[in-house]
């Protein structure tokens, strides 16, 4: 794994970066126009910090300039108790939303026994490439 | 025209760090070592929380430590005085640690030489939550300090901690912060376990080194 100094986004945006770069020139591509991400919204990265720093990165690459498209995944958890699965609710639009207070409890039963078990994902979900 | 086309990658940004933490994991068990991860704030108390431990766990188990730090070196001293190995990790301007700095901390250590083995790593309260790194035990350690509201602020790394530490509760009264409602607080958030400490004046340890001793057991 290649590292980078800086805070954890920077970190995650070289992976994607040499992730995306690997499967394009794997497929022969000339260009890469466009990368869709998946962040979970219960994973702790800040969407803006991290489209900045792989758009940094992809500068003088064949994917300079590509659009970066962010996707989210609702945050979800499954009880302990009574093994309902209920969705975290977090507000979209509230620009804090990615470490502010979502209730983990299960909408089900109450029980705050409950795991994670969806939402804190990160993928590369898809490019788009030229040839 | 350039022929444009869509690629499916479907791919995990973080499936490196999740296949060497479960490597580490696996290397781990085959030495029979138990491993903590211990999070937090800075200042929160980690290193004391661990110097405690080895102190009272040293005539059972063989201990050894990771110093996980942007310098490590303050920290891997204080642990190395009470006789156990540290391998200090200085991850420079990185603010976490993840499993491939560990998979390196461990390239120079004689694994069967220790059974218990405690990683600080660094010091906040969101970029470790997103990285495994092969231990057995997620501890986060929070100071009354922070203020009481600070485990609302962090739910993630609450609600995936094994055991919440809710520590320097001697001083709560003189910053003005209830130790009871951070408590309660990293409990609403799904923290498996919840115990209120203060190394100085060595309330609460009981309750750190029985859970400390439960998940060696159960390992």
């Not at chain 1, 992730?19 to 919204?41: H, K």
């Not at chain 2, 600080?120 to 231990?135: H, M, Q, R, S, T």
């Not at chain 2, 094994?162 to 001083?171: Q, S």
Request: glycine letters at 8%; aromatic letters at 6%; a negative charge.
């Amino acid at each position: 794994m290649c590292h980078v100094v800086g805070m954890h986004e920077v970190t995650v945006a070289q992976s994607v970066v040499d992730a995306v770069l690997g499967e394009a020139s794997a497929q022969g591509a000339r260009a890469v126009t466009s990368v869709t991400l998946i962040f979970g919204e219960l994973s702790l990265i800040n969407t803006e910090q991290i489209s900045f720093w792989i758009a940094s990165f992809f500068e003088g690459s064949l994917a300079e300039g590509a659009e970066i498209l962010i996707e989210g995944a609702p945050g979800k958890v499954e009880c302990r108790d009574c093994g309902a699965i209920s969705e975290v609710s977090v507000d979209p639009d509230d620009k804090l939303s990615h470490y502010l207070v979502p209730d983990f409890s299960c909408a089900h039963c109450g029980s705050p026994h409950t795991f994670i078990c969806q939402g804190r994902e990160m993928l590369i979900k898809s490019i788009q490439i030229t040839k | 025209m350039h022929k444009v086309s869509d690629v499916k990658m479907g791919q995990d940004i973080l499936r490196i760090n999740r296949r060497i933490a479960s490597e580490n994991r696996e290397l781990f068990d085959r030495h029979g070592i138990t491993v903590f991860n211990v999070m937090g704030a800075i200042g929160s108390g980690k290193t004391c929380l661990i110097e405690h431990a080895i102190e009272m766990l040293k005539g059972e188990y063989r201990i050894a430590c990771i110093a996980g730090d942007v310098v490590a070196s303050y920290d891997s001293e204080r642990m190395a005085r009470h006789g156990v190995p540290v391998i200090p990790v200085s991850t420079g301007k990185e603010c976490h640690l993840d499993a491939h700095f560990v998979e390196h901390a461990l390239e120079d250590v004689d694994l069967a030489s220790f059974d218990v083995l405690f990683i600080e790593n660094v010091g906040n309260l969101i970029c470790p939550a997103d990285f495994d790194l092969g231990e057995h035990a997620k501890v986060v350690v929070v100071s009354v300090s922070e203020g009481d509201d600070i485990v609302l602020k962090h739910p993630v790394i609450f609600k995936t901690a094994d055991l919440t530490v809710v520590n320097k509760v001697d001083i709560a009264p003189y910053v003005g912060a209830s130790a009871e409602k951070m408590h309660k607080d990293a409990v609403s958030c799904g923290s498996s376990s919840v115990i209120l400490t203060s190394c100085r004046k060595g309330e609460g340890l009981a309750s750190w080194v029985s859970f400390l001793r439960s998940v060696i057991k159960g390992t």
